[in-house]
C-alpha cells in the first residue's frame, strides 16, 4: 500500500492538523531521516505552505492545533510542537505547557531548532542589513573568485535556496553554477 493510501485511510481524507478536505498532499516532516508513514502526514495545501515558509504564518489558522495537538500520530504531534513554537502568541504558550510528546518525539520535535534559545541564534544579514533565512533567493554585489576553481562568479548572479551557517553569521552557502560554495553575506543582497 502506497504512502499516501495509508495517511489517505488513517486522516480519513482530512487535513491531519486543520481538518479542511481541499487540496490534500503527503507531507514529510522536515530534518528527520527516517522516512514512513511515522514521520508523514496528510495535509491541506495552507497548512503545508505555512509550514515551509514561516513568513506565510497565520496565527489564527492554526488555532486548529488545539484539537490536532492531542493525535495518536508522531508526525502530527512533531508539527503540531513545532508549529506551536514558531507562532508568538498567548494562547500557543498556553497549548505548549498542555502538550505532552514523549522524550523520543519530543527530540524529533526538536531536530528543527524550534522552542530553542533564541537569545544566542545567529542572525544572518545581507549588505543591508536585512535578515537571511535558510531557503532564500540572493543576488551577488560583486565578482567573486571560487575558491578551488578558476571560476569567477560575476555580480548580479542569482544565488537560490541558500543554506545558514551554523556557526558563523557571516556565511551563508549556495550553488553559483554547478559549486556548491560558502559565500560571505556582505557580499550579497536579498533578492
Known amino acids: 500500500m502506497s504512502l499516501e493510501r495509508i495517511l489517505k485511510q488513517r486522516s480519513n481524507t482530512t487535513c491531519e492538523l486543520c481538518g479542511d478536505t481541499d487540496k490534500l498532499s503527503v507531507y514529510n516532516v522536515p530534518d528527520i531521516k527516517?522516512?514512513?508513514d511515522k514521520t508523514a502526514l496528510y495535509a491541506c495545501n495552507i497548512c503545508i505552505e505555512q509550514m515551509t515558509d514561516s513568513d506565510q504564518i497565520d496565527a489564527n489558522h492554526?488555532?486548529?492545533l488545539n484539537d490536532s495537538m492531542w493525535s495518536e500520530h508522531e508526525a502530527v504531534k512533531i508539527m503540531a510542537w513545532r508549529m506551536l513554537n514558531r507562532i508568538q502568541a498567548d494562547w500557543t504558550q498556553d497549548l505548549?505547557?498542555?502538550i505532552y510528546l514523549e522524550d523520543n518525539v519530543l527530540e524529533l520535535a526538536k531536530a528543527s531548532g524550534d522552542g530553542e534559545d533564541q537569545t544566542d541564534k545567529l542572525i544572518h544579514r545581507d549588505v543591508n542589513?536585512?535578515?537571511l533565512n535558510h531557503g532564500d533567493s540572493v543576488v551577488l554585489i560583486k565578482d567573486l573568485k571560487i575558491k578551488g576553481s578558476s571560476m569567477v562568479a560575476k555580480q548580479?548572479?542569482?544565488v537560490r535556496n541558500i543554506r545558514l551557517d551554523r556557526d558563523n553569521a557571516e556565511y551563508?552557502?549556495?550553488k553559483v553554477g554547478p559549486?556548491?560554495?560558502v559565500i560571505i553575506t556582505k557580499y550579497v543582497k536579498k533578492i
Open 62 to 64: 492554526w488555532r486548529c
Open 34 to 36: 527516517e522516512r514512513a
Open 156 to 158: 548580479g548572479v542569482a
Open 179 to 181: 559549486t556548491l560554495t
Open 96 to 98: 505548549l505547557g498542555m
Open 129 to 131: 542589513g536585512v535578515v
Open 172 to 174: 551563508i552557502e549556495g
